[in-house]
């Protein structure tokens, strides 16, 4: 098991640099110069190279890189052009909001999907097995703007129930934006669900947990289910890496202080070094997630472990 971490580990180094590279590239990408936007249209032209100078925009490109690199490294991402503070400050104050929308959206989906996929394997065909087919597809096709503005105009406008948007420390702020990220994730894990279970309902294992006169939710449960989860697993971890780094949209509809939101401002604002700093942390988190994902997975099937040693 150390030799399998230890290389999925090492086989993460060259996804992470290519990511900053991608990410560094984000600075000549874009339109506009750094210096400029720091100080002005009308700044002298002594002070705008001395601030170039001083950022090291003066610099080749590729040592302007390693520079950058070598100081994210020791978690220093720069200081963000629109309030000067680091931006690693800015990001670390913002992550735990994006994080626990993202758990709650998570746990929402596992507890929808799971159950709602193992009742339509085991009844196919049936109207319980339509009704969840039907709503699988809706929550994977629905547009999550389109989701997040009903919502707010049904409970926030017309019922009055549930406030419109903000975090204030209240379970109530929660409802509609966890209900919106969790939609979309119910939805797929409750195909994966399915397909899994009705694979494995027709094991040979089954069938001989049957023959031995096993009670039918025990069969399910502790011999299907077990084995199909294996699957599901990893789609719950996928979803959870998409909507650390997907909930842009979620959290621009209900004002919702994340990291998400941090994106968008400093796009809005060119505030480079913050874009920069956001984007590292998606990829940083979601390359991360992926590695815990692959290390449970192979925790629960250890077949894995012999097929990569």
Not at 207 to 213: D, I, Q, S, V
Not at 227 to 254: H, Q, R, S, Y
Request: charged fraction near 15%; charge should be positive; hydrophobic fraction near 50%.
């Amino acid at each position: 098991m150390a030799q399998f971490v230890l290389k999925r580990f090492l086989m993460l180094v060259p996804v992470v640099l290519g990511v900053s590279v991608i990410v560094f590239g984000l600075l000549y990408l874009t339109p506009g110069d750094p210096a400029l936007l720091m100080l002005g249209e009308h700044a002298p032209q002594e002070q705008y190279l001395a601030l170039r100078e001083k950022l090291g925009l003066d610099l080749p490109v590729h040592i302007q890189y390693f520079r950058w690199l070598g100081r994210a490294v020791q978690l220093d991402l720069g200081d963000s052009i629109r309030s000067s503070r680091p931006v690693i400050e800015e990001i670390a104050s913002r992550l735990p909001g994006t994080a626990e929308l993202a758990f709650l959206a998570v746990l929402l989906a596992t507890l929808i999907g799971i159950p709602a996929g193992v009742i339509s394997a085991t009844r196919p065909n049936s109207w319980l097995d339509n009704i969840f087919t039907v709503l699988a597809l809706g929550g994977v096709s629905m547009p999550v703007f389109w989701q997040g503005l009903m919502l707010i105009i049904i409970f926030s406008v017309y019922l009055g129930w549930l406030p419109p948007s903000g975090r204030l420390g209240s379970w109530e702020y929660f409802v509609l934006p966890v209900i919106t990220l969790g939609t979309s994730a119910a939805a797929s894990i409750t195909r994966m669900t399915r397909a899994t279970m009705l694979e494995a309902i027709h094991e040979d294992y089954v069938r001989t947990a049957r023959a031995k006169g096993l009670n039918e939710r025990r069969v399910i449960y502790r011999h299907a289910l077990r084995n199909a989860l294996l699957p599901v697993v990893t789609v719950i971890g996928l979803e959870f890496g998409n909507l650390m780094a997907g909930a842009v949209i979620t959290e621009t509809i209900f004002a919702w202080p994340g990291i998400g939101r941090l994106a968008v401002d400093a796009i809005r604002t060119r505030d480079y070094p913050v874009v920069q700093g956001v984007v590292m942390t998606f990829a940083v988190s979601y390359v991360l997630i992926n590695l815990i994902v692959d290390l449970l997975y192979a925790y629960l099937d250890p077949r894995l472990r012999v097929r990569y040693h």
